[in-house]
């Protein structure tokens, strides 16, 4: 995946990840929180927060030390993005670790298409050739924890 990407690219990945991701655990909790509001049922995969309201989320320890967690994640992405063997081997892991908790090809794809779209309302209309990037390269990183979840 990576390694299809220029240097050119991954610059601007990151570049707009920074801009986007000032603050990763931030963003992540307003991933997860949307991806609660709009697939409801994906809340009961957490037992610990499965029947806390949207609001009382955002002040739940567990939540937080999870939305830490995802936010790292991404970074890490972003991170290894010039290094293709190292971050094929964290997405498959995370894909298989996740898939010990339920989730399913499925789950990735509707968590992707979140991330998407607050990429997308992030980054408007002034620069779709980096939304495409985005999407790309989403995309990329996904198919190899989908990989890892379908083994």
């Not at 990037?133 to 379908?150: E, F, G, H, R």
């Amino acid at each position: 995946m990576a390694s299809s990407l220029s240097p050119l690219q991954i610059s601007q990945l990151r570049d707009s990840w920074s801009v986007l991701a000032q603050d990763p655990t931030k963003l992540a909790s307003a991933l997860v929180i949307r991806l609660f509001k709009e697939n409801p049922e994906y809340q009961s995969l957490f037992k610990r927060l499965k029947n806390l309201s949207i609001d009382e989320l955002a002040a739940n320890p567990q939540f937080i030390s999870h939305a830490s967690k995802v936010g790292a994640a991404l970074g890490s992405t972003i991170d290894h993005l010039d290094k293709p063997e190292e971050l094929e081997t964290i997405l498959t892991n995370l894909g298989f670790k996740h898939k010990k908790y339920g989730l399913t090809p499925k789950h990735f794809q509707v968590i992707g298409n979140v991330l998407v779209s607050m990429i997308a309302e992030a980054i408007g209309d002034s620069d779709p050739e980096l939304l495409d990037l985005w999407k790309s390269s989403l995309t990329s990183v996904l198919n190899i924890v989908i990989a890892a979840c379908n083994n």
